[in-house]
């Protein structure tokens, strides 16, 4: 591959990532699970985003000093919070920090976490991953019904279009710095009432 048809083909796709990024919304603030300390966020992308596009975008999210990954669901309570929390509906074709590296055997080996936090625990739905598309199915996406563990889990190729990803925060944030992010959403309160 030529120099110049690399550098084409990374223009491109840093094109794509800082317009995903750009048309992403946050559906709510970020929500804390006492469990862990770890505070996990919604993220809707209007014309919707690859996996690899979330993987990037889910890492430059930041909140309290904290930067994000795409979410990781160690147990069936972590699920059944995600989805009381935001929803079945809420969470429907967002991106899950899964995905299978290439080479693994299919349609269930080598699912991976993007933080290496063990695989141990899963919420696929019934007869998933499946491994059905044409292209391969190689990253976790909430998708189908709930579960008795919340929001169920699909395998799909990593590079379809889907709403948006869930970011999680691993940083517990200082109390200092809550009080700092906190008197700055008031600074921007008053600003805007003025």
């Known amino acids: 591959m030529s120099k110049q048809h690399w550098s084409r083909n990374a223009a491109r796709a840093l094109l ?37 596009d979330a993987r990037a975008a889910a890492q430059t999210t930041s909140h309290f000093g904290a930067s994000g990954h795409l979410v990781t669901v160690g147990s069936a309570e972590e699920s059944r919070f995600l989805t009381a929390s935001f929803g079945g509906d809420g969470l429907e074709n967002h991106w899950l920090g899964l995905f299978q590296p290439v080479g693994s055997s299919e349609p269930d080996g080598g699912w991976t976490w993007v933080n290496g936090e063990s695989f141990s625990y899963n919420n696929w739905w019934p007869g998933e991953p499946n491994d059905s598309g044409i292209d391969g199915e190689n990253a976790g996406v909430f998708q189908h019904g709930i579960t008795g563990d919340g929001k169920g889990w699909n395998d799909l190729n990593s590079d379809w279009l889907v709403n948006g990803y869930v970011v999680e925060f691993d940083v517990v944030p200082e109390p200092t710095m809550l009080m700092l992010f906190a008197g700055g959403l008031l600074g921007l309160t008053l600003t805007r009432r003025r």
């Open 16 to 52: 794509g990532t800082v317009l995903s990024v750009a048309a992403a919304t946050a559906i709510s603030a970020p929500t804390r699970w006492d469990v862990n300390g770890h505070y996990y966020e919604v993220i809707e992308v209007s014309g919707g985003i690859v996996w690899a």
